[in-house]
């Protein structure tokens, strides 16, 4: 096969025009040669950071979507079914992963659970970290989430970041926030990246440790904006990521739109590559080509340098995407799950209490992290109450893998003015999270995800959208767009019901998230990221 075009050689910052020759899924020449064609041809992209699972897809699934935006390979955190269902979960992805062209690249989760105080569906002690960082397919260890572990040198923890230099496997960081003597003890340890940065400052200080920097673009964390003037000095050691991105953006839209973005704000386009097609491959050491002699052919056909648009996605030699229509066949696939518990009273979510003020959790649009704030607590007959008037809704999360009574807490800037939205995507230990108007519409948009085994609701008296997710509770068993479009209609419902989130289940999906700061709600209780212990509701 012999292709035509203009070649984009990144590595010296040249475009020559030439033809790509490819024989058994390698390239054997780069030949230059004069010749019509104005289509660019240059590596595929690479999404450096993300949880698959976040796509709601299961890896065949979102391949099929990923390839008609010019992505050729990830660097996939398969943290979320590793905590429903352990190192089951994780072969499971590898598996399933393997049964299409697009080339996954896995780690090994750190942190399952994250913490201590929630509970998961599984635990991978440093022992099961041993024995996946010794399986060929597992190419690193997955996010260090637990950095007060690194830091107070928390026994387990320092092995599982041992076993990884053992089996010369790079280990990647998740430190939001972390500064000073902190990052550097946390940096020294053997961490190397990090995607959680969402100041300029935070990521500049990072990269003058030596630590490699992300550009988190996804579906609620969005830190473009605040770290892409950073890539013009430091694009060897930066790349792009998503994080978790929910399955209508992701067929918008992938690593591509963050190309264009970065070539808008007039970045060297060459610079804008190195992170989105060379980086990654290098430090996770990829098998993935770069549009080299005698690499696998791994390569793209854009219209032009400006907005990427993708005409075709090659990989090892196949094209798997042509003019926005894909080539990826569907597989058939189990749907392996973990939810064990009953459906759920009225009653449950009744809190009883007199203080005058509570705290409260208090959302942040397109961020991970969250504020506490204290309120004024609305009471009757003895029960603190939603106060709608001042967006101060109810939010509980349900243990979903035993019976226990559910934690409930108090949440701002969802702005529900009736009805109740809930999720079993609820990072990392996917119990069931739900924010509401009433005790009444909480319970009943959980009992419907209990019926369910897992997804996503939204509720409103009689009126009911959902999306069943019954792989692990967090995947669904249909295709993209199906899943795509039903989303949309569940997101649409819930901003119908007063939500201005951008993303609301994306945002209701990091409640949970403790090793984030600071406020959370986890299904034992309300929990600070700063402090690292619980909290009472009455302040």
């Known amino acids: 096969m012999q292709i035509q075009g203009q ?3 990144i590595k010296n910052k040249r475009i020559y025009s030439g033809e790509v020759h490819v024989e058994n899924g390698k390239i054997i020449a780069l030949i230059e040669k004069e010749h019509g064609n104005k289509n660019y041809i240059l590596p595929g992209f690479i999404d450096a950071h993300i949880h698959i699972e976040s796509s709601m897809l299961v890896p065949s699934e979102f391949a099929k979507i990923a390839v008609l935006h010019g992505t050729v390979a990830t660097i996939s955190d398969p943290h979320e079914i590793a905590n429903v269902l352990g190192a089951a979960g994780v072969y499971y992805m590898i598996e399933n992963s393997k049964k299409v062209p697009l080339k996954f690249h896995f780690g090994a989760p750190s942190c399952v659970p994250a913490t201590s105080f929630e509970t998961a569906g599984a635990i991978i002690d440093s022992d099961g970290i041993k024995e996946l960082m010794s399986h ?7 996010e260090m989430m637990n950095y007060p572990g690194v830091l107070f040198d928390d026994p387990e923890v320092l092995k599982k970041i041992e076993w990884a230099k053992h089996f010369d496997k790079p280990v990647d960081g998740h430190a939001p926030g972390l500064r ?8 020294n340890a053997g961490i190397t990246t990090d995607h959680e940065c969402f100041t300029f400052e935070e990521a500049q200080e990072k990269l003058s440790l030596g630590m490699k920097v992300l550009i988190r673009e996804g579906s609620a964390a969005k830190n473009f904006e605040a770290l892409i003037d950073l890539l013009p000095e430091h694009f060897e050691n930066m790349m792009f990521c998503s994080d978790d991105k929910h399955p209508d953006d992701l067929i918008v839209s992938h690593i591509n739109a963050l190309c264009a973005r970065a070539v808008a704000k007039e970045i060297d386009v060459f610079k804008v590559l190195q992170a989105a097609c060379i980086n990654p491959v290098h430090h996770y050491k990829m098998n993935v080509g ?3 002699e005698n690499d696998a052919a791994d390569f793209i056909i854009v219209e032009d340098l400006s907005n990427f648009k ?4 090659y990989i090892d030699g196949k094209l798997v995407a042509e003019n926005g229509k894909s080539f990826v066949t569907h597989v058939d696939f189990e ?3 973990n939810f064990n518990v009953d459906e759920k009273q009225i009653s449950d979510f009744e809190v009883t209490g007199t203080a005058s003020k509570i705290r409260v959790i208090e959302a942040l649009e397109g961020q991970l992290i969250t504020n506490e704030i204290h309120h004024e607590a609305l009471h009757s007959e003895g029960k603190i109450l939603v106060d709608i008037s001042n967006d101060v809704l109810k939010m509980a999360v349900v243990n979903r893998y035993q ?4 934690a409930i807490a108090f949440i701002k800037n969802f702005g529900l003015k009736k009805g109740a939205i809930a999720s079993s995507v609820a990072h990392d230990c996917h119990n069931i999270v739900v924010v509401g108007t009433s005790d009444e519409e909480i319970c009943h948009a959980v009992n419907v995800l209990i019926r369910n085994t897992g997804g996503i609701c939204a509720v409103h008296g009689t009126e ?3 999306l069943a997710l019954p792989v692990a509770g967090i995947m669904s068993d249909k295709d993209g767009w199906e899943t795509g479009k039903r989303y949309q209609e569940i997101d649409a419902m819930a901003k119908s019901l007063g939500s201005q989130l951008k993303a609301p289940f994306m945002t209701l999906s990091f409640m949970a998230l403790l090793v984030i700061p600071d406020l959370k709600l986890s299904d034992k209780g309300l929990f600070s990221g700063k402090a690292f212990e619980f909290v009472n509701l009455e302040v």
């Open 290 to 292: 770069l549009l080299r």
């Open 136 to 142: 060929p397919d597992i190419y690193y260890l997955a």
């Open 335 to 337: 749907t392996p799950n």
């Open 464 to 466: 009911v959208k959902s």
């Open 7 to 9: 070649i984009v050689d």
């Open 310 to 313: 993708v005409l075709q996605t």
């Open 403 to 406: 019976n226990t009574k559910p």
């Open 180 to 187: 000073g003597e902190s990052v550097k003890k946390y940096i």
